[in-house]
């Protein structure tokens, strides 16, 4: 009994001494939780002041932009990958870095041309620091970034060689037909050209990444941790055809250079959708060399001239008040009205409305329109207004100008006003604007919409597809529009542009020759233009040529000066139908029509297996792969030399491929 309650006494002692120890674990439990929760509330900003902030960072992961394309597929903007080389010398064994160290400057020194000395000084150095994020070389390509990894020390990759890569997007331009006034830019500040208009839809969602502090004025990216990714932006498909768009640009230079000329610009037109296939502007930097970069097209308004004469006489030809039978007596070729003297080039007597139209005559224009509307100016602008041109033209591109009309509100309005517009004068128009008119005309008086855009896909998959957009259903009457359309034709023929006609391809059109600035002292300025459509009888382009200040010693008249780039543009665009073509058209060093006319071979992605598309055109191969949901990163133009993923390589969805081109 005395033994039992020994072991009792003993047992209770025991269980005295763990509730003990439990209890004061427990309170000192309690005491740190009680910490923590008083640390997480009351020093959490000091806690990211003090350290997360000073030490982390969310940085920006830029998404790539998306492609900018030609109607055909090919691209004329995209996207490249470039690449920034860091080392992180504290991740480098000290026994690797001095086995390997000749090695890798010596591969250095053959890759980037200065001596092996050059990069072992600053490699130690760097080494000696210990620096984290030591920036080695910035923007190098593809091809450049695959042999420098492959380097040694490099090749044991980031832990243990230290090699760290930054990947940066550059736009670049892919071909030389069009330029940087077209194209145009994005930079975030400047929005212009086609770059501009369509950056809504290629500008993607930026991501995010963590960064680490290395040092006070570097930051290593976490390439494990990132927070958010980006989201490429969409491919664009512009209406641009590069075949035509290289045709007038070649036609148009050539001109430019044989006449001297300041500048001009070529507007090409699809009759039934009203989509843009050709857009040059043209400056002159130095004598015999003009660039791309500024779009006169679009943001110059001028006084159109002749041209205009087709604008006017269509208003009284729908009124009634003019007809095939309607004839004009402009008397010697000169008329003063309302203290204006009013002059033609040539001709004189009596004309018939087509011969008003083919001879440009201000006198036949000016008599015509003031008859029937002096007393009623505003039945006249009433047409223009129904026509748009008033209006600031609703389109995507940016900086186009808004037209100008002196009416009888306008203080500068007078008696004479009148008939200083009916052939081209008080008033002033962009290219578009009277393309867009000569348009409708030719689209049987539908007037469309200027379109730039063709289609929008991302990832293969087509978003969005451009369709005509009616501005105006009906311009004028049926007869009013044959009427014309006759007159334009006879113009041509018969008339001032009578030195483009030619058997093989039937045109309409009409000269304009423009004098500017003519208050101020000094030589003569023109600007010499022609607007028209072809195939006259069943119309498929229109297109009107601008070359401003040629030199007048040469020539100066829209028939002399801008009316043979329209017939170049109008033969070499119908190269596929040759009776529409004269010999004389195909001569041109600088478009290779062999280039223009090879097949597109097409190429299949079977079983996920990477193809071989070494040898093919790259603006034909491109365009299928990134419909096939790839992303691809290229460098040079022509045929493909090099690719990567090699053939039969398994590829993925959204997997990148890189391909080298000829130049």
């Known amino acids: 009994?005395?033994?039992?309650?020994?072991?009792?006494?003993?047992?209770?002692?025991?269980?005295?001494?763990?509730?003990?120890?439990?209890?004061?674990?427990?309170?000192?439990?309690?005491?740190f939780l009680a910490r923590i929760l008083i640390l997480q509330n009351t020093n959490v900003q000091k806690i990211k002041d003090d350290y997360i902030s000073k030490n982390y960072r969310e940085a920006t992961?830029?998404?790539?932009?998306?492609?900018?394309?030609?109607?055909?597929?090919s691209i004329l903007a995209t996207t490249v990958m470039r690449y920034d080389v860091y080392i992180d010398f504290k991740t480098i064994k000290d026994t690797v870095y001095t086995n390997n160290i000749g090695a890798l400057t010596d591969s250095l020194s053959a890759m980037f041309g200065k001596p092996r000395s050059y990069f072992r000084d600053r490699l130690d150095q760097q080494k000696n620091k210990k620096n984290q994020y030591y920036s080695l070389i910035k923007g190098l390509d593809f091809d450049e970034y695959d042999r420098i990894r492959k380097f040694p020390i490099f090749k044991k990759g980031k832990n243990k060689g230290g090699f760290i890569v930054d990947r940066n997007f550059k736009r670049e331009l892919a071909t030389t037909q069009i330029g940087s006034g077209t194209i145009g830019m994005d930079n975030g500040v400047t929005k212009s050209g086609l770059e501009g208009a369509f950056s809504k839809y290629m500008t993607g969602t930026d991501g995010t990444r963590l960064e680490q502090r290395v040092n006070s004025s570097q930051w290593k990216p976490i390439d494990y941790w990132k927070v958010k990714e980006p989201i490429d932006g969409q491919d664009v498909y512009t209406t641009i055809d590069l075949r035509i768009q290289d045709i007038a640009h070649s036609a148009l230079e050539k001109q430019l250079i044989n006449f001297d000329a300041d500048h001009g610009?070529?507007?090409?037109?699809?009759?039934?959708?009203?989509?843009?296939?050709?857009?040059?502007?043209?400056?002159?930097?130095?004598?015999?060399?003009?660039?791309?970069?500024?779009?006169?097209?679009?943001?110059?308004?001028?006084?159109?001239?002749?041209?205009?004469?087709?604008?006017?006489?269509?208003?009284?030809?729908?009124?009634?008040?003019?007809d095939e039978n309607t004839t004009v007596n402009v008397g010697n070729g000169v008329w003063t009205y309302a203290?204006?003297?009013?002059?033609?080039?040539?001709?004189?007597?009596t004309y018939e409305i087509a011969d008003v139209l083919a001879k440009s005559s201000n006198v036949g224009s000016a008599k015509l329109i003031t008859k029937y509307y002096a007393d009623k100016p505003q039945v006249f602008l009433d047409h223009l207004k129904r026509w748009k041109m008033f209006d600031k033209m609703d389109i995507e591109l940016p900086g186009i100008t808004k037209p100008f009309i002196v009416t009888p509100e306008n203080k500068r309005w007078n008696a004479a006003t009148l008939a200083s517009l009916s052939y081209g004068y008080s008033s002033r128009f962009n290219l578009l604007q009277l393309t867009t008119f000569y348009n409708g005309l030719a689209n049987?008086?539908?007037?469309?919409?200027?379109?730039?855009?063709?289609?929008?896909?991302?990832?293969?998959?087509?978003?969005?597809?451009?369709?005509?957009?009616?501005?105006?259903?009906?311009?004028?009457?049926?007869?009013?529009?044959?009427?014309?359309?006759?007159?334009?034709?006879?113009?041509?023929?018969?008339?001032t542009a009578k030195s483009i006609f030619t058997p093989n391809l039937k045109m309409a059109g009409k000269t304009g020759t423009a004098r500017f600035e003519y208050w101020k002292p000094g030589p003569a300025k023109y600007q010499a233009s022609f607007a028209g459509f072809y195939p006259a009888d069943n119309p498929k382009y229109t297109c009107i040529v601008m070359i401003n200040q040629p030199d007048n010693s040469k020539g100066f008249y829209g028939a002399t000066v801008s009316a043979p780039v329209f017939?170049?543009?109008?033969?070499?665009?119908?190269?596929?139908?040759?009776?529409?073509?004269?010999?004389?058209?195909?001569?041109?060093?600088?478009?290779?029509?062999?280039?223009?006319?090879?097949?597109?071979?097409?190429?299949?992605?079977?079983?996920?297996?990477?193809?071989?598309?070494?040898?093919?055109?790259?603006?034909?191969?491109?365009?299928?792969?990134?419909?096939?949901?790839?992303?691809?990163?290229?460098?040079?133009?022509?045929?493909?030399?090099?690719?990567?993923?090699?053939?039969?390589t398994r590829i993925g969805k959204n997997q990148k491929i890189y391909l080298s081109l000829q130049n």
Not at 62 to 67: F, P, S, T
Not at 619 to 630: A, D, H, M, R, T
């Open 61 to 73: 992961l830029k998404a790539a932009r998306g492609n900018l394309y030609a109607s055909d597929g």
């Open 339 to 349: 203290k204006q003297r009013i002059s033609d080039g040539h001709g004189g007597g």
């Open 1 to 31: 009994m005395a033994v039992q309650n020994e072991f009792e006494n003993k047992r209770s002692k025991t269980l005295r001494w763990g509730y003990l120890f439990a209890g004061s674990a427990f309170l000192v439990f309690l005491v």
């Open 567 to 648: 017939k170049e543009i109008a033969g070499k665009t119908f190269l596929k139908t040759p009776q529409n073509v004269e010999q004389e058209m195909l001569v041109d060093k600088k478009v290779d029509l062999s280039k223009m006319v090879e097949p597109n071979v097409k190429i299949a992605i079977n079983e996920g297996q990477m193809p071989n598309v070494v040898g093919l055109i790259g603006k034909n191969v491109i365009p299928q792969l990134e419909n096939s949901g790839y992303r691809v990163n290229f460098k040079g133009v022509g045929r493909i030399k090099e690719q990567f993923p090699l053939e039969g």
């Open 265 to 322: 610009c070529v507007l090409v037109m699809e009759v039934a959708t009203g989509k843009v296939k050709a857009m040059v502007n043209l400056r002159r930097t130095e004598p015999g060399m003009y660039v791309d970069s500024y779009n006169y097209a679009l943001k110059d308004a001028t006084e159109p001239g002749s041209t205009f004469k087709t604008v006017s006489l269509l208003a009284a030809m729908d009124d009634g008040f003019i």
């Open 444 to 495: 049987k008086g539908k007037m469309l919409k200027p379109l730039f855009i063709d289609k929008i896909m991302k990832d293969g998959q087509v978003l969005y597809t451009a369709k005509p957009e009616v501005m105006v259903n009906k311009m004028a009457s049926t007869k009013a529009i044959t009427m014309m359309t006759h007159a334009l034709t006879k113009a041509v023929e018969k008339g």
